[in-house]
């Protein structure tokens, strides 16, 4: 069975950081590219940041500088480093698994909300 499970959201100050985990199973990991979305109840899914298999990462100007993604392939984890955290930050993430013959697979999402 196929798994993305989400951890490490919650609720920090405006500028603080979290680290956000994606555990992966029943996939072989390095043949997904990642990506994290974030979504609130009034807006549209918003990427905010892809790693490919290669580890080549990209963000949008919204969270560049301040989101970090990466991958451990010996834990088949996925994280979400947050730096200088705002407000608007506060959303659900998900974490997106994705390989090149369109297969997909989605979390369920953990909450972050930052506090003003």
């Known amino acids: 069975q196929v798994q993305l499970v989400e951890s490490g959201g919650g609720l920090v100050q405006a500028g603080g950081s979290l680290r956000l985990s994606c555990a992966a199973s029943?996939?072989?990991?390095?043949?997904?590219?990642f990506d994290w979305y974030r979504q609130t109840p009034g807006n549209q899914r918003e990427l905010v940041a892809s790693i490919s298999r290669g580890g080549e990462t990209i963000y949008p100007d919204s969270v560049k500088g301040r989101l970090t993604i990466s991958r451990d392939t010996a834990k088949n984890t996925v994280y979400l480093q947050m730096n200088s955290l705002k407000p608007e930050d506060t959303a659900v993430y998900s974490c997106h698994a994705r390989t090149l013959r369109g297969l997909e697979f989605w979390g369920q999402g953990t909450q972050v909300t930052v506090s003003s």
């Open positions: 029943g996939i072989t990991f390095s043949t997904y590219a």
